[in-house]
């Protein structure tokens, strides 16, 4: 089945540890995203690739890393620096056009502990 | 910058009946739309799109209308189900960049 896996469901994180959320997708699309959401809010991103080897800062990128080695793959690292990462990610992968939904994954739930 | 905004929730109604939420949109030129639902604990679907205005998006009963007039992209459905309860997200795209701008989220709950 085609589609986009987020892997793992459940992520926990000691403090000053840096953890990386894996997303693949087989959907054969361009462009990659990862969005924060929190408890009540809307959809944030954090950063974006529109092709491999490139990527974006989005509206929340300051204590998250991304990279885009294959089409296939977008892993995010939450780092250390990100004081409050406890949050839902989101992973989505959208083709060229403007008037192309984007698809998304089953979310990671990351938490501190 | 463009913009969503949507009707504060969150919203309770009972099997059957009409249901509405309200989203309008700031943007420069002329962006697609679209709804996405979130059930519990899981990614976002998307429900419905429309391209140009005018144009109505349909699924599973609900609906929406592009309308450039009043900025808005309202949805809509006729006879709400106990499975409708989920949280509905108003989106438009920015096509420069082929990001999408998310409303907050409007909760829905759904009584028998």
């Known amino acids: 089945d085609g589609g986009i896996t987020q892997s793992p469901k459940y992520l926990f994180r000691k403090e000053g540890q840096n953890v990386t959320l894996s997303c693949e997708q087989n959907l054969n699309h361009d462009a990659m995203y990862w969005y924060r959401q929190d408890p009540g809010q809307g959809l944030r991103l954090i950063y974006y690739?529109?092709?491999?080897?490139?990527?974006q800062k989005g509206d929340i990128a300051e204590g998250y890393s991304v990279s885009r080695e294959k089409k296939e793959s977008f892993p995010l690292t939450v780092t250390s620096a990100q004081k409050n990462p406890t949050a839902f990610y989101l992973c989505?992968?959208?083709?060229?056009?403007?008037?192309?939904?984007?698809?998304f994954g089953d979310g990671t739930r990351l938490s501190i502990l | 910058g463009d913009s969503v905004t949507q009707m504060e929730g969150p919203v309770t109604l009972s099997e059957e009946a009409f249901l509405t939420i309200n989203c309008t949109y700031t943007?420069?030129?002329?962006?697609?739309l679209f709804w996405y639902v979130q059930y519990p604990g899981e990614g976002l679907q998307l429900l419905l799109k429309a391209t140009k205005a005018d144009d109505k998006g349909s699924n599973k009963g609900f609906e929406a209308t592009y309308r450039k007039e009043t900025t808005s992209f309202h949805l809509e459905k006729g006879s709400v189900q106990v499975s409708d309860s989920a949280v509905y997200f108003c989106?438009?795209?920015?096509?420069?960049?082929?990001?999408?701008?998310f409303g907050q989220g409007t909760r829905l709950t759904i009584n028998p």
């Open positions: 690739s529109q092709i491999v080897n490139d990527f």
């Open positions: 989106a438009l795209s920015d096509r420069g960049a082929q990001k999408l701008v």
């Open positions: 989505a992968t959208g083709q060229s056009g403007s008037n192309q939904p984007q698809h």
């Open positions: 943007a420069t030129g002329y962006p697609s």
